[in-house]
């Protein structure tokens, strides 16, 4: 499966950064999401509890952050594993562009999975990774909006991000990103 966005985000890039990064941030952004914990410098271990029609699994992998170029990229690599639901990996890139009013996050997956999730049809595959995407820029923007709040007087178009491009990323932009992906692989295999 191949999935490219972007987002609006209203905070600076840094601080998109700083939240894409925040291991707590990631964990609580990421859909069905128990564990979120660096192991070494760029690695991170993962678990995510999925229930995807009638198969629930709970799939244990790790993400890996390499070509890092702090505070405006950086790639991921992530695997998972979530027994007879089936396996996942791929690739992500994740880049944060300034613009008037906070920064543009930009990304793009690439990922596969197998077993009984690679069973399921394409098209509800792709459909529970939208979703699953969504949820976890909607609840991104949350928590950016928690940890910097908007000060009062701010601009409408600040204040109030266009519904298609809701304000997402801050410092947990690379481990997002990688959860993002693991949580699709994840949302592939419980299908």
């Not at 995510?48 to 890996?64: D, E, H, M, Q, R």
């Not at 390499?66 to 690739?91: M, N």
């Not at 949820?135 to 701010?154: C, H, N, S, T, V």
């Not at 519904?163 to 997002?176: D, F, M, Q």
Request: one cysteine or more; hydrophobic letters at 40%; aromatic letters at 8%.
């Amino acid at each position: 499966m191949d999935m490219q966005g972007n987002r609006h985000l209203s905070v600076t890039q840094q601080q998109a950064w700083d939240a894409l990064n925040d291991p707590e941030i990631l964990k609580s952004c990421i859909p069905g999401c128990e564990k979120f914990e660096q192991t070494t410098e760029n690695e991170y271990a993962v678990a995510v509890a999925l229930k995807i029609g009638p198969v629930s699994a709970k799939f244990n992998g790790k993400v890996t952050l390499a070509d890092i170029q702090a505070p405006v990229s950086y790639q991921l690599q992530f695997e998972a594993q979530g027994g007879v639901a089936g396996f996942g990996q791929g690739e992500s890139k994740v880049e944060l562009i300034t613009t008037d009013g906070g920064c543009e996050l930009r990304y793009t997956v690439h990922s596969k999975v197998g077993g009984k999730i690679a069973q399921l049809g394409q098209r509800l595959i792709d459909g529970v990774a939208k979703s699953l995407a969504e949820d976890f820029f909607k609840r991104f923007d949350e928590a950016l909006q928690a940890k910097y709040p908007r000060a009062e007087g701010a601009s409408d178009l600040v204040a109030q991000p266009d519904a298609r491009e809701p304000s997402v990323l801050k410092k947990l932009l690379w481990p997002a990103v990688g959860l993002l992906a693991l949580g699709l692989l994840v949302w592939y295999f419980k299908r």
